[in-house]
Every structure is written in C-alpha cells, then in structure tokens.
C-alpha cells in the first residue's frame, strides 16, 4: 500500500471515530513524554562529558536515578572500561573532528552488575559563533544485533581457520604426492657404458600422478634392461598400478631378463593382483635388454611388447623405421598372455625411441579432432635420424608442447642411442 | 624504500623554522593535529605522519612481528626523521606517541633534541606501588571493542582508506575513515600501547622535556603524569584544565599556548 504524506485522514468516513481518537491521543503525547519514553535512550552531555539530561528509558536500563546521574557523573562513567578506553582512542576525537559519529558499538554498565550493549550516535551541538556547546546522543539496544555479530564474527574466524587448515593440508599432501611420483621413475637415468640415453615425462593430471612409466637400469655385466608402458586410467589409481608394475618387473628382470618372461612374470601379478577386485586392471609395456659389443661398439637390442605402440629405430643414415611387435596382448587381461618379440641391432649414430600413445594419439588440427598418429610420428622421426637421443627427445618435447591442450593424456619417451663417437665414461674420473 | 610514502609524512609550516614532528597515539591519524598545525605554521618546520597500519600509511610495509613491540614504531619515527634529515627536531608525541618518541630520542639523539609528552603514561597496567589506572581484563574489553567498531573499514575500502593521494575525493565520502584500520593491526597497536611498560625507558630521556596532563584523563589519570614529569631529570610538567586524552582536541587554546611558550624556551 503505498501512502501519502499530505494525505489527510478523511473525517467523515464509517467507523473512523476509533481512530479519531487514537489521532487525538497521539496529539497529545507531548514532546517530553516522548523524550522520557522514547524506546531508544537519550543523552545530553557537557562538551566536558558532565552528563546534563537523561531520559528514562535510558535511566531504566542502567537501573539508575536522575539525581545520581545528572551534574554528577560524565558519559563515559556509563561505560565498560574497554569501552571508556575506546571512547578516549576513537570515539571522543572523531566526535571533535567531524561534530557527529554515528553507530558506535560500546556497552553500558548496569548497576547490578550487567551490561547492555548498544550502538550510540552523538552530534555536537554548536553555539551562534561556533563554538561547542553540548552533545547530544541516542543510545540504542544493541543486544541481539550483537550477539548475531558476534555470531558471524566467530564463523568468520572459524572459516578462517579451515582455510588455513586446508592450505597446510594441501602443502603437505603435494608434498607427499610429490614423493610418490618420484617413487615412479628415475631420477637420473643411469650412465651406459657406449651409449647415451635421454627421456622426457608429461603429467596430464594437476597432481602430477601419472599413468606412464619407463626405466633403465643394469642387468649382470654389461647388459642393461630398459622398459617403457602405459597402465590404463589416470591419477592415484593409475599411479598405484604403475609403481607395482615398476617393481615387479625391475625384480623379474634380476631373476630373468629375457624380455618375455619379465612381461610374463609382470601379466601373472597384475592378473592374480586385479581379476576378482571388481576393477579388472592392465598396462601396454616393452621391455628389452641391450648387449653392447666392446668390440664392434654395436648393441644388440631384445625387447618385447604387450599391446604397445611399436618402437622406432632412427638410422645414422638419416631413415626412420618401425620396430613391428604385433599380436602382443594388453598385460594382465589373461592369465596366460602371448607377447611379441623383436630384435635390432643399433650402430653408431642410431637411436631406439620409446613412446606411449599420449605422443600418437595427440589431437591436432584447429579443431583438435585429427590425431597426430603413426606416419606424423614416423616422418617427424625421420627429420632427426642421425641426431643424439637429447635432440631427440629435446625435439619431441617441444612438438608436445605446441600441442597444447590437444595433449590431454600423459606422455612418456625413452630413446636410447649409440653415440658417433665413442661417449666418454661418466664412470672416468677426472684427474683433476 | 619510501619512508615519505611509507609513513604518509606531510610537511607544512615554515620551511626555515626549526622541525617540529607531530605523532599521533593509539586511534587515529595525523588529523589529530589539525588544531595544533596553525599554532606552529607561521614559526616552525611542521612533520606529521601516520605509523605504518594506521591512517593513510602503506599497509603493506605492517609486520606483526615489528609492530609488537614500541621499538618498532620508534624506527618508524627514527626513519621519518632520518628521511627528511631532521636535526634537533622538536618530537611531539601524544599518548603512547610520547613513550615512542623517548625511545626514539635515545635510538637517534643528533636528530631528535627535545620532547614533548601530550597525555603520556610509560605503563596503562596497574603494577605494584604504580597504578596506571587498568587491570589486563580491561585491555581485552578494548580488543573486544575494536572487534565490534571497524569504523567504516571493509576490505574492499581499505585501499581506499590506505592512500589515494590523487584521489582526494575519496576521503570525503569515507565516514570515520581517519580512525579506521585494517581491524587486525588495530589489535595489534592496542596490545602493543596498553601492555606496554616503558618506565624504565624514561630514566635515559636526556634531552629538554614538556609533560603535558589533563585533570581528566581517563587513560592517563592523574598521577601518572607526575610519575613521568619525576623519571625524567630536568623535565616540565603542566597540568592542562582539560577533560579526556586528547587536550590538542578538546582544549587546543591551553595546549598551544604551552607547546609555543615551551619551543620558544628551546631557541
């Protein structure tokens, strides 16, 4: 309903003689009845803060008589002594500065002991040259307003609290994570005698945990054992079943090396590990073994794959092939699995290049719908035949990265060479 | 660093005049002065400037843990002195101010010459044989206060409130905004003034001091002004008929009057 201030009760309309009369009685409320009894307080002060009027509902809350109070006590004798302090701090000097404040939260004093919050506004009042004369302040009850503030003050405090919590949380599970990721691949690939090797490793998922694993590390004498595969899914689960593979097939390599058994040992695990749990698991891998001859410089390459990509070999001559393991079966789908097997023998200057799907299957083109693929990897391949595994693999990292957001999957690559010229030994000292 | 910004330091007056620094006590901001400035203008070199977290200083430059004890906004004082290369200035301190600039005086003595102490108490806790008018309950009723009072501050003015030079504009639409802090640093000024206790400081005062008291100080009532006016040798105590802790408020004629007859005894 919307109402009028000019508008003027209408006298002769029905039944208006009941608030004729409560018009009649609003009238006569005098202005002193409503200063006594106003449902708000009122005070009057000296510039001084000699308290020079009070009105009764004010007198009623602080359980105090006119006599006691006027001429004889000051505003701030009302008040908490936090809240005189504060008055002295804040509340006087903006009073003087800017001749009102308004909505300041203090606490006046009951005599029995309690306290009454309120919100108090005061406004100087000023002589006819200016000078102050007295204050003038209302004083409302603030109770339940105070307690809803203190409410909110408290779960914003409590809210700050949990945000610091899950900070601290946070720092110390990416700690943890960071451990663990590291648990999964090698810091530092190891140094192998006449050859050089190089790896690069892209974490799709933001806590870094990936689904991708390589390795390289030393078998009896001069042979080395080298892996490379992908477990299906990402994040933690991902990650769980990649350390599991990691392990299990760093230790059926020392028993066996030969690449199919180390697959086959690794298929049994995963099989008895997952089939049952109702979240059957397996991974693609190659896993192969390299034989340096000291006397020729060549290394005789074994490896075996199970449903990986194949590998390619980079030929000095500047050609790039397919390494072909078909037929291999995922590891750890069956309980008996057939593994393809390949053989290649690398010279100086070539390089055995290991990768995961992520690198194939790399969605390109403006509306990153193409995927990168096996000839694109295969031709760019070409274009560093010839090169050390370092550019290699320095070169592929850059063709990740200006994949952008088409790589959405991890990446893992290996590439294993033999240097043009005989590497030196990192196992050589320098006589310095 | 920009001590000059740092500290919001304004420089008025006459600039051949000898340096008068003006520093605000636990509450407000420079603006306290302001009825004290015309008093000096004509006659002296005028420095006001904010402690870092309060008034327009640069709220980025607070740290708790400098800021916990006197000594670090005496180092505030000392830098604002040291930036504008101060000699001899006059340090007028109100209130916990007063505290600050002896330990300042004593941290750089070639700058700062003489003292004068407007409301001063070296403790606010009662202690035995001292009373200094407050028991520790009564220091967390003020925190509780400040809690409850932000005085126009919110996250989102406060950059506002912290210095807009160039935007003058902004102060006239900020209510209260001259007493307004960011709420955390506010409570950590109040623990740092009311639980302090600097009596011992004032015995190594060497420089000429003027105490000033009001007969109505609720936070500095009377008998601490004496206990000031006899820790420091050589000290002048007047006793300003004036109510509150603010006498360059709420009587700006006496204080003047004794500020200029005080810096005229000093040339």
Aim: charged share 20%.
């Amino acid at each position: 309903m919307m109402c009028r201030a000019d508008q003027q009760p209408d006298p002769h309309r029905a039944g208006d003689e009941t608030s004729d009369a409560v018009f009649a009685a609003l009238l006569e409320d005098s202005a002193e009845e409503l200063y006594e009894s106003a449902p708000c307080g009122y005070l009057s002060t000296l510039m001084d803060g000699t308290i020079a009027k009070i009105n009764g509902t004010l007198l009623g809350w602080l359980g105090l008589e006119r006599e006691a109070v006027v001429g004889r006590m000051r505003f701030t004798d009302l008040l908490t002594v936090g809240g005189k302090l504060y008055h002295e701090t804040h509340f006087a000097p903006l009073l003087r500065m800017q001749g009102e404040i308004s909505g300041i939260a203090l606490e006046i004093k009951q005599t029995g002991g309690g306290r009454i919050p309120v919100l108090v506004s005061s406004v100087v009042k000023h002589g006819s040259t200016g000078e102050p004369l007295l204050i003038r302040a209302t004083v409302f009850d603030a109770r339940d307003r105070r307690s809803y503030e203190e409410e909110l003050l408290r779960r914003r405090k409590a809210a700050e609290e949990a945000r610091k919590q899950a900070e601290a949380d946070r720092a110390r599970l990416q700690n943890a994570l960071a451990v663990l990721q590291q648990s999964l691949l090698p810091d530092i690939l190891p140094s192998i005698p006449g050859m050089e090797a190089a790896a690069h490793y892209h974490a799709a998922s933001p806590d870094r945990l990936g689904g991708d694993f390589y390795d390289v590390f030393p078998l009896d004498g001069n042979r080395f054992a080298f892996f490379l595969g992908d477990v299906c899914g990402k994040g933690p689960q991902a990650a769980a079943l990649t350390s599991l593979t990691r392990y299990t097939l760093r230790a059926a390599a020392l028993h066996d090396p030969d690449p199919v058994c180390a697959l086959s040992t690794l298929n049994s695990v995963l099989h008895e590990r997952y089939t049952g749990s109702g979240d059957p698991r397996y991974c693609t891998a190659v896993f192969g073994t390299l034989e340096p001859d000291p006397a020729t410089g060549q290394v005789t390459v074994h490896l075996a794959a199970g449903g990986h990509p194949p590998a390619l070999v980079l030929r000095a001559d500047g050609t790039a092939d397919y390494l072909p393991t078909p037929g291999g079966l995922f590891v750890g789908i069956l309980p008996d699995a057939h593994f393809a097997t390949a053989t290649t023998t690398l010279d100086a200057g070539d390089t055995l290049l290991l990768y995961t799907d992520g690198l194939t299957e790399a969605r390109t083109g403006e509306d990153r719908t193409a995927l990168f693929g096996e000839d694109s990897l295969l031709a760019f391949a070409a274009h560093q035949a010839g090169r050390s595994p370092q550019a290699v693999i320095h070169a592929l990292t850059g063709l990740l990265n200006g994949f952008g957001d088409g790589l959405d999957d991890d990446t893992a690559l290996l590439a294993l060479g033999v240097p043009v010229r005989p590497a030196t030994s990192p196992a050589t000292r320098n006589p310095e | 660093m920009d001590i000059v910004r740092r500290n919001n330091v304004t420089v008025t007056g006459n600039p051949h005049g000898p340096s008068v620094v003006l520093a605000h006590g636990f509450g407000c901001d420079q603006n306290m002065w302001r009825l004290t400035v015309p008093a000096l203008a004509e006659d002296y070199r005028v420095v006001m400037f904010d402690y870092v977290g309060s008034g327009r200083s640069d709220a980025s430059a607070f740290s708790e843990d400098r800021y916990s004890s006197l000594d670090g906004y005496a180092r505030d004082a000392v830098e604002v002195c040291d930036a504008l290369d101060l000699r001899d200035a006059v340090f007028v301190g109100h209130s916990v101010s007063a505290m600050i600039g002896a330990l300042a005086a004593d941290a750089a003595p070639e700058r700062i010459g003489a003292l004068v102490m407007v409301a001063p108490s070296p403790r606010y806790v009662d202690d035995d044989g001292y009373r200094g008018g407050f028991g520790a309950d009564d220091i967390d009723e003020l925190l509780a206060s400040l809690e409850s009072n932000y005085l126009g501050w919110s996250a989102a003015m406060a950059p506002a409130i912290m210095g807009n030079a160039e935007r003058p504009e902004l102060g006239e639409e900020l209510k209260n905004s001259f007493c307004a802090t960011d709420p955390d640093m506010a409570r950590v000024f109040a623990r740092t003034t009311f639980l302090s206790d600097s009596r011992e400081d004032l015995k190594r005062v060497r420089v000429p001091t003027l105490v000033l008291e009001c007969t109505q100080d609720v936070i500095a009532p009377q008998g601490v002004g004496a206990f000031v006016h006899e820790a420091i040798p050589g000290s002048v105590l007047i006793t300003l008929e004036a109510s509150g802790h603010c006498p360059h408020l709420s009587a700006p004629a006496a204080t003047n009057q004794a500020l200029v007859e005080f810096l005229a005894g000093l040339r």
